[in-house]
């Protein structure tokens, strides 16, 4: 059964940057489409950036020129790198992986940005 455990998350002033990562046990990695979404305090999540297993990427507008998300298949591994941080990317980040109509989550881990 595959598992993701999200790291990184903390809290960060505003401008500042944090590097998410997410490992994924089992051996579909490479396979998979990662993504990474959020969920603001009273909010519905939101897809914040995918990447195919191509390495092909897609953001939300909101953070497109600040976020990057990345993979590396050897380490069964995807990265989120959030720059420029603003109050409003407050929220926790979870980690999705999708392969053969399989969605799996990770625990979320939480991002706070003061002003």
Known sequence: QVQLVESGGGLVQTGGSLRLSCVASGSIFSFSFMAWYRQPPGKQR???????????????????????????????????????????????????????????????????VSS
Do not use: H
Request: proline letters at 1%; aromatic letters at 8%.
């Open 46 to 112: 939101e897809l914040v950036a995918g990447i195919s297993r191509g390495g092909s990427t897609n953001y939300v507008d909101s953070v497109k020129g600040r976020f990057t998300i990345s993979r590396d298949n050897a380490k069964n591994t995807v990265y989120l790198e959030m720059n420029s941080l603003k109050p409003e990317d407050t929220a926790v980040y979870y980690c999705n992986l999708q392969q053969l109509g399989r969605s799996v989550w990770g625990q979320g881990t939480q991002v706070t």
